[in-house]
């Protein structure tokens, strides 16, 4: 599958458009410093998908101790589901979740 037909997908799809939306927040708040904002941001991403969230961090060799920490682990969850939603094996999902 060609960028173009990705593109595609990702602008049909709502689910995919929202957790676009939800890694530019968190890579935003985190380059703002905006601390209590991001780790709000933080809980409400995990709270709209527990399930994944709490497999992501089962699996995740050392949980996050800081804010930075926690706030580069929800891009990567975030990163993951976008890839498992999509139903296309991408290797650079953060390209199509900046844009």
């Not at 595609?8 to 904002?37: A, C, G, N, P």
């Not at 933080?42 to 709490?54: N, W």
Request: glycine content about 2%; aromatic content about 6%.
């Amino acid at each position: 599958m060609n960028e173009y037909e990705i593109e595609k997908i990702i602008h049909e799809t709502k689910e995919l458009r929202d957790i676009r939306d939800e890694y530019q927040k968190t890579q935003r708040l985190l380059q703002e410093q905006s601390w209590d904002e991001l780790q709000n941001h933080i809980s409400t991403v995990m709270l709209k998908h527990p399930t994944e969230a709490m497999v992501h961090n089962l699996v995740n060799p050392c949980m996050p101790s800081t804010i930075e920490q926690n706030a580069m682990n929800c891009m990567r969850f975030l990163e993951n589901l976008f890839k498992g939603k999509l139903g296309v094996d991408i290797a650079d999902a953060a390209k199509y979740l900046t844009k």
